[in-house]
Structures are given as C-alpha cells and as structure tokens.
C-alpha cells in the first residue's frame, strides 16, 4: 500500500532540497526572471547537490541509488517551490539520463551517462514538443527515416530548454506513422551535428529565466546507434508518464509557493480594522487553495507510486498531470487576487508565479523525474 510516511533517505533528500530552494533560490528568483539567465555560480551550486548522478549506476560513474518516481515528485516539489526556472534548468539533464538509464543500449550508457557524474554541470536536454496547435504524440510531425546505416531526421521542435549549449539532446521522432503513438522513438543527438539548428531564444510569457530554443531538424543525420534502445527502441509512453508526474510535481511547487505567500499576506494586511484573512470571501479563497495543493499532490504521489510499482499508470500519471495544470493556474490567480492591486505589481512574485503557472497546460515532455 502507498504510505505517506518519508523514509529516512527521501527525508534527507526532502530537507536538503528545501533548504538549498530557500536559501539558494528564493534570494535570486527575481533576479533571473528580469534579467533572463540564471548564473553559472548558481548552476555550479546546484550540481553539488549530486541529484542527477545520485541515480546513475557506480559502474558509469555515479552512485547507484535506486530510482524513485515518489522520491523524484518530493524532489520536484521542493525545487519549484524555489523556483520554477531555475528547478528545470536544474533537472534538464534528467530528460536525457533517466530514458539512458531505463533504455539505453551498453554502448550508450558508456558513451553519455560518465559525463553527467563530473564534477561540473553538463547542458542536455529532451526535445519532444512541436510548434503546432493539433500536436500529440500520435500525430507527430518530426519523422525520423532509416536510410543504410542511418536515420535521418526532418522536423521542429520547440521549448527546448538549455538547446543552445546542450551537449546532447534526446529527440522524440516518428519512426512509422501507421504506428501511431508506438511508432514514436527517441534518438540521441551529439552538440553540433549537420542538419541541427538552434533558433534563437524563444521570447515565452513564463520561465524568463529559462534559455528554450526551437530546433530544427533537415536532414540531420545520425548513425542507426543513436536510437535509444537500439533496435529494440524505448517505451515513449512510459517515458512520458515519468514526465508527467514530475511536472505534475512542480505545479504542486509553484501552486504551494502562491497559496502561503497568499495566506501569510492576508494575515498580515489590515483593512477596516483587521486581517483580510478574517473576512469570508478571502478565507473561502484561502482555503480552497490548500485543498487543491494537497489534492493535486494526492494524485501525484499515486501516479508515481504505480510508476515505481510498475502498474499501468497511463491514466494516472495523465490525470495527475491535467488535473495539476488546470489548479495551479487557478491557485497562482487567487493569490494575485488575495494581494488585491499588490498582485499585479512585480514588487511580489504573485505575478511571476501566474505567468509560469499558465505554461503548465503546455509543458509536456519539458522535465522528468
């Protein structure tokens, strides 16, 4: 049965990433979302941590502890709760270790995996989303065709995150339309190779911290080795459920982040004699946010504890995750509500938490847990 109780490992893991996001990322947030880059002293800070390489087995460098969805959604929590940007750019590199290490041929965990267990951090990224209002993963546009020794790959993709200086990037292609979503593989593709082009920066109305690029693909060709999984190819759709719980996670984050900031401020704002937390309206706001923090926590824990049970969990790592997207845009808003015309002004991260909230219905394939 699902147990509600941290173990002693995942609350260490807990109180580590708590402390690191207040005392690390809370003081900077601002920072990075006006002027759009996050330093690389904070970069360097974070990879300390060990997070990622924590998960990678000793025998490519790392230190082998077992994976966990429900370990990796309080991680993911934690990190947003700090911030949004700056917890993707964290975990990016997740998007391409994690599908290494449940797919990858030898020969690919040999080549990639040792360098995401260096000492210093290591640009990669995942590339599944596509620049079109009708995208799902059945329906992909990006084609990846095998000609002799090879595959060549046509397409664009977008919401890149970190694609300007990845040293690799996981590219989601259809492999055979008639397949429909199972036609959809994962290909590895090295910094720099021909047919590979990084757009400029995108200009999004979230995540101003966070580098994303478009990137498309002509003609970029890749040796057949580059298939993750090799021949035998990967599961797409469990590599998306993973996805979707550790977004899932972080709209947890960012929705707690805004209902206390929303809480402690009603208490503290005075009007007509006393706490705006005491009049019906706000304190009905205030607390149908804490339900929907703990409610859409609930179903992210389940998602990921099947994950990790190895249930079918399609349907609730999908429901975790639109369920997640819908309340932390609806939590983000009534706290910019609750702080009345104090919300619309940057001088509270209200505001920043709305915009990067409403991306949530957007974000597939952006991290993984």
Not at 16 to 38: Q, S, W
Not at 161 to 176: G, M, S
Not at 245 to 263: D, I, N, P, T
Not at 342 to 365: K, S
Request: hydrophobic share 45%; net charge negative.
């Amino acid at each position: 049965m699902l147990s509600f109780e941290l173990s002693d490992d995942q609350r260490m893991i807990y109180e580590t990433v708590r402390k690191f996001a207040l005392n690390e990322m809370r003081p900077i947030y601002r920072e990075c979302d006006e002027g759009g880059k996050i330093p690389p002293e904070f970069i360097s800070k974070a990879w300390e941590l060990f997070l990622i390489p924590n998960n990678v087995p000793e025998a490519y460098g790392g230190v082998g502890e077992p994976r966990s969805a429900v370990t990796g959604a309080i991680l993911a929590e934690e990190l947003a709760y700090g911030d949004f940007s700056l917890a993707v750019c964290m975990l990016c590199p997740a998007s391409v270790v994690y599908p290494l290490i449940e797919f990858g041929t030898e020969d690919q965990k040999q080549k990639y995996l040792p360098l995401f267990c260096e000492e210093s951090f290591k640009p990669a990224s995942a590339a599944f989303m596509e620049p079109r209002i009708d995208f799902d993963l059945p329906s992909m546009q990006t084609k990846a065709a095998a000609e002799g020794g090879s595959y060549v790959i046509n397409g664009e993709k977008c919401l890149v995150p970190l694609a300007a200086d990845a040293e690799v990037i996981l590219v989601y292609a259809q492999t055979d339309a008639s397949a429909d979503a199972k036609g959809v593989q994962a290909f590895l593709v090295d910094k720099g190779t021909a047919g590979m082009e990084i757009s400029e920066r995108e200009k999004n109305m979230g995540l101003k911290a966070l580098d994303t690029r478009k990137v498309i693909f002509k003609d970029c060709r890749v040796p057949k080795e580059s298939r993750l999984g090799g021949e035998a190819g990967c599961n797409v759709s469990k590599l998306l459920n993973y996805s979707f719980v550790g977004l899932a996670a972080m709209a947890v984050g960012v929705s707690k982040a805004a209902f206390e900031y929303a809480r402690d401020y009603a208490k503290e704002r005075v009007a007509f004699g006393e706490p705006i937390a005491s009049r019906q309206a706000i304190a009905f706001m205030l607390a149908e946010m804490a339900i929907e923090v703990d409610a859409t926590r609930l179903l992210t824990w389940e998602a990921a504890w099947r994950l990790d049970k190895g249930l079918e969990s399609d349907r609730e790592a999908y429901l975790a995750k639109q369920y997640a997207a819908e309340k932390v845009l609806m939590i983000t808003d009534r706290a910019v509500q609750v702080l009345g015309g104090h919300g619309y002004i940057r001088e509270h991260p209200v505001e920043l938490w709305l915009r990067n909230g409403r991306g949530f219905a957007t974000f597939d394939g952006l991290v993984t847990i």
